[in-house]
């Protein structure tokens, strides 16, 4: 569930779970979009996807970027990227 949000202009923020995210979503599906099916670019609304979360040190720690196409992602983070995208997309 999402909580602690706040949307302007296209961009989203908040928290799901323990992990945190900014997206910036377009109106309609582009090119360029993270798809929801497939987890690769093309035919999604998402343009930009951060997610992050603490870890035990107080750091901020990066899990996934998408900016136009996948900048940085590990498989092991697979389900919390999945689970988030299916959320925003679905909007």
């Known amino acids: 569930m999402l909580s602690r949000r ?5 961009v989203i923020a ?3 779970g323990k992990y945190g995210f900014h997206a910036r979503l377009t109106q ?3 090119s360029y979009g993270l798809n929801q ?7 999604g609304r998402i343009a930009q996807l951060r997610i992050w979360r ?3 040190q107080g750091e901020l ?3 996934a970027l998408y ?3 996948w900048r940085f992602g590990r498989i092991e983070n ?5 689970r988030l995208v299916q959320v925003l997309d679905g909007r």
């Not at 099916?37 to 035919?43: E, M, Q």
């Open 67 to 69: 900016d136009r196409g």
């Open 6 to 10: 706040f949307e302007e202009d296209g």
């Open 54 to 56: 603490f870890n035990r």
């Open 14 to 16: 908040g928290h799901l």
């Open 28 to 30: 309609g599906r582009v």
């Open 61 to 63: 720690v990066t899990l």
């Open 78 to 82: 697979l389900r919390v990227v999945r």
């Open 37 to 43: 099916r497939t987890l690769y670019k093309g035919g």
